[in-house]
């Protein structure tokens, strides 16, 4: 297959996505052809020179770089489909199927899963719907309730709560009232937990409400839960699987356990300090507590109409064992140190063989969607 990786990106996670694309590209079968087109924290795409390749496969450490060449510069055709999907100056650049590696806004939020349901085009991962979703962590708690998984107790708040003083004053309240210190702060788009901060007061929940709302127009409040944090890989589509095809088949992987060594599995911890957290896979649990996490993540993960790949992200309580969902990422980290992919290898699925797997996924719901009857 010829395979169009896709990284960068506009989001706050830009500088992850080339660490993580850089892993996914070493991890694609040699027998593909695969065709990098970078996207600028601006916005501008531009297709990058087999050079780049090279080096990334020639040096397990390396990450990508972006060349931005006006030559280069990369346009989406409307209804393209595999054979013009993109166009560079005037030649058109045909691929069998996309994989972006493109987290947080603009990458793994329905976006950018709509503009190639436009261009007709096969894609790597959730849906359009499905993205948008799991993106709105407000969203995806009322529709996981709503299909009976238990979620961490939260308050939504947003951006015009706070131009009223009496409703500010209100939710402040109600969140010592029901939920009590400490709290946790985070927006309710925004990944790698960019703008989330821990609050032991109510002088540090009012700055971790300013801070939460640099990165989004809604933010959470919820209980700090004094948890175990468990992590579980999932693949396939069971909203199209018959049994036919493997690749569909619903799975899960893992799970494993984060042991973070700063005060909570922050950002610095994820991706910039090699030994900011210890990850046991699998994690430290009984199995049938192991195999109860494995059933909620899938039933999760078919709930929402998730395909492809997601990690489905939980807490344990540590004072009674409680396991609540705390959020799904559908487009999980691939770095040296992300748990996504080391679930998958621990429980034997190797990196090659999930992108081949991903990318198999990707054609086959692309076939069976273009399938469907739009028109009388």
């Known amino acids: 297959m010829k395979v169009a990786l896709i990284y960068g990106g506009k989001s706050g996670e830009h ?52 060349k931005e060449d006006a ?64 993106m709105d962590k407000e969203k995806t708690k009322a529709a996981l309730a709503q299909a009976g998984i238990p979620v961490v107790p939260g308050i939504c708040v947003r951006r015009s709560d706070l131009a009223d003083s009496n409703r500010y004053d209100e939710i402040l309240e109600e969140a010592q009232e029901k939920l009590g210190f400490p709290m946790f702060v985070k927006p309710c788009s925004a990944g790698s937990s960019d703008g989330a901060t821990r609050a032991a007061d109510l002088r540090h929940l009012n700055g971790a409400i300013i801070e939460a709302f640099k990165w989004d127009d809604k933010i959470l409040i919820e209980k700090a839960i004094n948890a175990r944090e468990i992590e579980c890989s999932v693949t396939g589509n069971p909203t199209t699987y018959d049994g ?39 994690a430290a649990l009984p199995e049938d507590k192991l195999e109860g996490v494995r059933v909620l993540a899938k039933k999760a993960f078919a709930a929402l109409d998730l395909c492809g790949l997601s990690r489905v992200d939980f807490f344990i309580d540590k004072d009674d064992g409680y396991i609540y969902l705390n959020e799904i ?48």
């Not at 996505?17 to 892993?23: K, Q």
């Open 244 to 282: 036919k095809n493997d690749f569909e088949k619903l799975t899960a992987y893992g799970p494993g356990e984060i042991a973070p060594k700063h005060e909570f599995y922050d950002y610095d911890a994820k991706y910039n300090d090699p030994d900011g957290a210890d990850l046991l896979i699998p």
């Open 329 to 376: 990422n559908t487009m999980p980290g691939f770095t040296s140190i992300s748990m996504f992919p080391k679930m998958c290898g621990k429980f034997g699925l190797d990196f090659t063989s999930l992108t081949t797997l991903l990318m198999n996924e990707a054609v086959a719901r692309f076939k069976a969607t273009r399938n469907l009857q739009t028109s009388r």
């Open 15 to 66: 500088e992850i996505s080339l660490v993580s694309a850089a892993a996914v590209a070493r991890n694609i079968d040699s027998s593909n052809e695969i065709v990098l087109i970078a996207i600028t924290k601006s916005g501008k795409w531009y297709l990058q020179d087999s050079g780049e390749l090279l080096r990334i496969k020639n040096d397990e450490k390396a990450h990508f770089e972006i």
């Open 71 to 134: 030559s280069k510069e990369v346009c989406v055709v409307p209804a393209g489909g595999t054979e013009r999907t993109f166009k560079v100056g005037n030649e058109t650049l045909g691929v069998d199927v996309v994989f972006p590696v493109l987290h947080g806004t603009y990458g793994e939020d329905g976006t950018i899963q709509g503009l190639f349901e436009m261009v007709d085009v096969p894609y790597v991962g959730c849906s359009t719907l499905a993205s948008a979703i799991t």
